[in-house]
């Protein structure tokens, strides 16, 4: 998985209304089919990390009262979890999520190695899929003067026309409690499958607007 992020911003500070980003962001999956279990529910283990590299990132400096252009590798988040799909559709998934404080510039993570749990319920229907993912993040080490205390849900909503076409909603909304700050974006996603050759490419276009 390939996702090229292109960022606008806005806020009070001078000049943050001119300010734009681009993040590409690695994320393989290696899943690991364990088999059925007795009541014929798949299982699965998973790992899933995502690298992202930032270009123009904007990081306002103090001194000056200007923006900042930093690029450069951010922080790395892995997923693990072990999960089940029954064959009425339901699905579950327990693990862990972890963030490695590998950003090449102090500007572009936490400083912090954190972990902590997460959860995913979902139902597969005939027309799509629709679920949560809830997680959970505490610092635990690092260097970094601030810690790290972030509740993150992803809600998705997926209806699947055919063809290959996918049309969802797919918002991550995340609460820092250091900050008692929400970020909630409104989130639209269309994509679609196709094969080359033998092998199936996902293509996809993501727009989100921060409220």
Do not use: C
């Not at 799909?85 to 490695?100: E, I, Q």
């Not at 998705?156 to 250091?178: H, V």
């Amino acid at each position: 998985n390939l996702k090229l992020q292109y960022r606008t911003f806005d806020g009070t500070l001078p000049g943050a209304g001119s300010q734009d980003s681009m993040t590409a962001l690695f994320q393989p999956v290696f899943p690991f089919d364990l088999g059925e279990t007795s009541s014929g529910a798949a299982q699965t283990l998973f790992v899933r990390p995502a690298i992202p590299y930032l270009f123009n990132q904007p990081s306002f400096n103090a001194n000056t009262g200007n923006f900042e252009d930093v690029n450069g590798m951010g922080d790395i988040v892995t997923d693990f979890a072990y999960g089940q799909t029954s064959k009425n559709g339901f699905l579950w998934a327990l693990g862990g999520v972890t963030t490695l404080p590998t950003a090449t510039d102090s500007r572009l993570g936490s400083g912090q190695w954190s972990i902590g749990p997460e959860i995913l319920l979902g139902k597969f229907e005939k027309w799509g899929v629709y679920g949560i993912f809830p997680s959970h993040q505490w610092s635990v080490a690092g260097w970094g003067d601030r810690s790290v205390n972030v509740t993150s849900i992803q809600a998705f909503f997926a209806y699947l026309p055919g063809g290959g076409w996918s049309i969802s909603t797919q918002p991550i909304m995340n609460y820092d409690w250091q900050a008692s700050q929400w970020t909630i974006p409104i989130n639209l996603t269309v994509s679609k499958t196709l094969k080359v050759g033998k092998t199936p490419l996902k293509i996809a276009l993501e727009a989100d607007y921060y409220v």
